[in-house]
C-alpha cells in the first residue's frame, strides 16, 4: 500500500509554461503537508508547506482536498531553475504514536529552453 | 558553514564490514532523523531521536543501529553491511514545533556496499 503516491514524470516543459503536479495520500487522519524540492544529488528542501486554504508562494500555488486526500503543485511561468524533483510529503501519527514524515517518491521536472 | 553536516559524503564498503555515518548540526534542534533514499523508493526513515535519551526505529531499521551522542551528533552503523544497503543516506533535523515543522537536510552519504 503506498502512502503518498506521485507521478513519477518527467514532466518536460518550455519555459514560461505552468505545470501542475498532483500528489493522493492514503491516511485520513494525517495532519501536515509539504512539498520539498530536490536537486540532482543533493538533499530535499523545504518548498512551501500546504494549508487547507490553499497558499501561494509568488509563482508556487499549493492546494489541499482533505476529503479527496488530495495535495496539488502548481507552477507558473516555469524558469530553468525550477527544474528538480518535487517531493510531496506528509505528516502524521505512526502506529507507534510518534509523528512521523511520510515521503512521496517525488516528481521530475525538466524545464527546457 | 552548513548546519547539518554528514561525513563521509561518499563511502565504498565490501559485505560483511561495519560502517558507521556521522551527522552533526549547529541549528540547536532535538530532533534527529536518518533516513535512506533509494532510486524509484523514496525517503525511507531508518531511525530517529527526539532527544539525547531517546532513540526509536522507524520504517526500516533492521540491520542498522544508531547512537545520540549529543543533542548536536547522531551517528548511524551498519553491524555487517550488505549489498543491498546500498543507497543515498541523509540525516535531518528539526526543532519540534509542531505539526508544520520544517526537517533539515544534511547534503547525504553514497554508500555502495560491495
Known amino acids: 500500500r503506498k502512502e503518498v503516491e506521485q507521478d513519477p514524470g518527467p514532466f518536460n516543459v518550455p519555459e514560461g509554461a505552468t505545470v501542475a503536479f498532483n500528489c493522493t495520500y492514503s491516511?485520513?487522519?494525517?495532519?501536515?503537508f509539504f512539498w520539498y524540492r530536490q536537486d540532482c544529488r543533493k538533499e530535499p528542501k523545504l518548498l512551501m508547506s500546504?494549508?487547507?486554504s490553499g497558499n501561494e508562494d509568488g509563482r508556487f500555488t499549493a492546494q489541499l482536498n482533505r476529503a479527496s486526500q488530495y495535495i496539488s503543485l502548481l507552477i507558473r511561468d516555469s524558469k530553468l531553475s525550477d527544474s528538480a524533483t518535487y517531493l510531496c510529503?506528509?505528516?502524521?501519527?505512526?502506529?507507534?504514536?510518534?509523528?512521523?514524515?511520510?515521503f512521496g517518491k517525488g516528481t521530475k521536472l525538466s524545464v527546457i529552453p | 558553514d552548513a548546519d547539518v553536516t554528514q561525513t563521509p559524503r561518499n563511502r565504498i564498503t565490501k559485505t560483511g564490514k561495519r560502517i558507521m555515518l556521522e551527522c552533526s548540526q549547529t541549528?540547536?534542534?532535538?530532533?534527529m532523523y536518518w533516513y535512506r533514499q533509494d532510486p524509484g523508493l523514496g525517503l525511507r526513515l531508518i531511525y530517529y531521536?527526539?532527544?539525547?535519551?531517546?532513540?526509536n526505529k522507524g520504517e526500516i531499521s533492521d540491520g542498522y543501529s544508531v547512537s545520540r551522542q549529543a543533542q548536536a551528533k547522531f551517528s548511524l552503523s551498519l553491524e555487517s553491511a550488505i549489498p543491498n544497503q546500498t543507497a543515498l543516506y541523509f540525516c535531518?533535523?528539526?526543532?519540534?514545533?509542531?505539526?508544520?515543522?520544517?526537517?533539515?537536510f544534511g547534503p547525504g552519504t553514497r554508500l555502495l556496499v560491495l
Open positions: 535531518a533535523t528539526s526543532a519540534g514545533e509542531g505539526y508544520q515543522e520544517t526537517q533539515y
Open positions: 531521536s527526539f532527544d539525547v535519551k531517546d532513540i
Open positions: 491516511n485520513s487522519a494525517s495532519q501536515s
Open positions: 541549528k540547536g534542534h532535538d530532533r
Open positions: 510529503v506528509v505528516g502524521g501519527y505512526s502506529g507507534a504514536g510518534s509523528y512521523q514524515l511520510t
Open positions: 500546504v494549508y487547507s
